[in-house]
């Protein structure tokens, strides 16, 4: 998986579909150090590291992340 489709897990799981929680949960995101700008929109190239900790993060926010393991 990509960090682009790990990234996009996180937010639409824990957004559910609610605009104003997808922008709170990329500035956590960010908070942690994550460039979610840079991921979304393709400027950074994937990165095995990164996805460790994207998951990680969903897992900090109880989201099941077993399918990216």
Known sequence: MTNKQILNF???EKA???TFQ?????????FKGINVKGILE????DDPALNVQL???GNE???????FS
């Open 16 to 18: 559910q579909g609610n």
């Open 10 to 12: 996180i937010i639409a």
């Open 42 to 45: 393709d400027e950074m190239p």
């Open 55 to 57: 998951i990680a993060i």
């Open 22 to 30: 997808e922008l709170n949960i990329k500035m956590k995101i960010m």
């Open 61 to 67: 926010f109880d989201i099941n992340m077993t399918k």
